[in-house]
């Protein structure tokens, strides 16, 4: 679905990622983990055409991402969901959802893809008149991913969605992105929390300065050394 091939790049003479590959396959949960500066978000940057790469590629169900704008990617089926929600504080929760439909045209359909937002996160549908900076930080995470929904994407890239939030709310939002998973959307995840990422990662890959040192299956790496000792508490 999403290859990921000799992908490098710069910001300046800084090479942030060097020369990275990797793939996600259709229907999984594949997560990136790595300490700060890593270069994940760099990476998650790259994929959905907001950093253009150095050198390398990155295809999309054999289409070459790298020479598209975002917008014609995210008609493509890809979405993300930012670091930092980046909400739209002065719209209403609903206007919020309306804008990550901005593309489509099938009225129909996106009313369908609103009540599936809703009954995925109530929270929104209760406040779905509020506007989204009044949100609290765990419904603005909820509304950052409905939104991206109604993107209807085939894989959808989630960048530390549980930064900042209790510890309740992480697990309520690594239950829906299971659930979202389940429902047939393909997951790429970055997330600083790595026990969690791991947990319910079918692969991983360790990204250390721009390089990536480890893959495997997500529980294998719940039980390497190495993974244990710097990402994990020992």
């Known amino acids: 679905m ?37 270069g994940k978000t760099t990476t998650m940057h790259a994929i959905s055409g907001l950093l253009k790469p150095k050198a390398g590629s990155i295809t999309l169900n054999g289409t070459e991402l790298t020479k598209l704008p975002p917008h014609k990617i995210v008609g493509m089926g890809l979405a993300q969901v930012p670091e930092g929600r980046r909400v739209f504080a002065q719209q209403t929760v609903e206007e919020n959802l309306a804008l990550g439909a901005y593309s489509r045209k099938d009225k129909d359909a996106i009313e369908a893809d609103l009540a599936d937002v809703f009954t995925l996160f109530p929270r929104l549908l209760e406040r779905r008149k509020q506007m989204a900076g009044t949100l609290s930080g765990g419904e603005q995470q909820m509304l950052a991913m409905g ?52 947990d319910i990662a079918n692969r991983a890959y360790v990204l250390e300065t721009g390089h990536i040192t480890i893959s495997d299956t997500g529980e294998k790496l719940m039980k390497d050394e190495r993974v244990k000792e710097a990402y994990l508490g020992g």
């Not at 020369?19 to 259709?26: A, K, L, P, Q």
């Not at 510890?167 to 026990?195: C, D, M, W, Y």
């Open 2 to 38: 999403l290859k990921i091939t000799d992908l490098k790049v710069s910001y300046g003479m800084i090479e942030a990622i060097k020369g990275i590959s990797f793939e996600v396959n259709d229907g999984e949960i594949v997560t990136l983990i790595g300490a700060n500066g890593a």
């Open 147 to 198: 939104r991206a929904l109604m993107a209807k994407p085939s894989i959808l890239l989630l960048d530390e969605p549980s930064m900042g939030l209790s510890p309740l709310l992480v697990s309520e939002i690594f239950h829906i992105i299971v659930e979202i998973n389940r429902k047939g959307t393909t997951i790429l995840l970055v997330e600083q929390n790595a026990i969690r990422a791991l």
